[in-house]
């Protein structure tokens, strides 16, 4: 069975850095990229960025450029989210999900088949 | 930042027929990127109901059903049921936006 399973929920403090993780099984996790999905409280999704695991090459969505950083070590299977210094507003679920191909005429054509269970992070003082 | 736009919130009895646009731009839907559509229902992970504008997933009832025309794009739930109560998100490509995607605003169903 394909399973994304992230790690536990975190609370922090401001300024405070922070990684999450999210490990892939039940497939060859290098062939398919990972993508951060961050649902603030009674919010809706916003998509962080993505990462290919066989290379670790990655990009991010321009709201969340050098906020975060996504990585991955695919000898592991597991993808990660990273910050250096956090913010109250960084307070939020995160999601993993794998981005799937499918046969289309349109462009690019992939779409999430799978996600992890979220993530909660909560930043207070 | 969300480009696609969703109504708020649609509600329909039991039985009843609902549709949920999300409306995009020439940069995105318009652009040829195809839309997918997920379902979140209350306190869990968003789940893929419709991927390519109209295909759905081996599980997903044939009453969810997609499609795509110019810059927009529509799901339409028929015969709902009380389970379909939860949060709907359209989610395609921005040719703007370096290689990333973009969810709708989303929309709440209300089965009354």
């Known amino acids: 069975e394909v399973q994304l399973v992230q790690s536990g929920a975190e609370v922090k403090k401001p300024g405070e850095s922070l990684r999450i993780s999210c490990k892939g099984s039940?497939?060859?996790?290098?062939?398919?990229?990972i993508t951060w999905v961050r649902q603030m409280p009674g919010k809706g999704l916003e998509w962080m960025g993505s990462i290919d695991p066989s290379d670790s090459k990655s990009n991010y969505s321009p709201s969340f450029q050098g906020h975060v950083t996504i990585s991955a070590d695919k000898s592991i299977s597991t993808a990660y989210l990273q910050w250096s210094s956090l913010k109250a507003s960084d307070t939020a679920i995160y999601y993993c999900?794998?981005?799937?191909?499918?046969?289309?005429?349109?462009?690019?054509?992939?779409?999430?088949?799978?996600w992890g269970q979220g993530t909660l992070v909560t930043v207070s003082s | 930042q969300s480009v696609l736009t969703q109504p708020p919130s649609v509600s329909g009895a039991p039985g009843q027929r609902v549709t949920i646009s999300c409306i995009g731009s020439?940069?995105?839907?318009?652009?040829?990127?195809?839309v997918h559509w997920y379902q979140q229902l209350p306190g869990t992970a968003p789940k893929v109901l419709i991927y390519g504008n109209k295909f759905r997933p081996s599980g997903v009832p044939d009453r969810f059903s997609g499609s795509k025309s110019g810059t927009s794009a529509s799901l339409a739930i028929t015969g709902l049921q009380a389970e379909d109560e939860a949060d709907y998100f359209c989610q395609s490509y921005d040719r703007s936006l370096s290689g990333s995607g973009v969810f709708g605003t989303g929309t709440k169903v209300t089965v009354l």
């Open positions: 039940g497939y060859s996790f290098s062939t398919y990229w």
């Open positions: 999900a794998r981005l799937m191909y499918y046969d289309s005429s349109g462009y690019y054509p992939y779409f999430f088949d799978k």
């Open positions: 020439s940069s995105n839907i318009g652009a040829g990127y195809d």
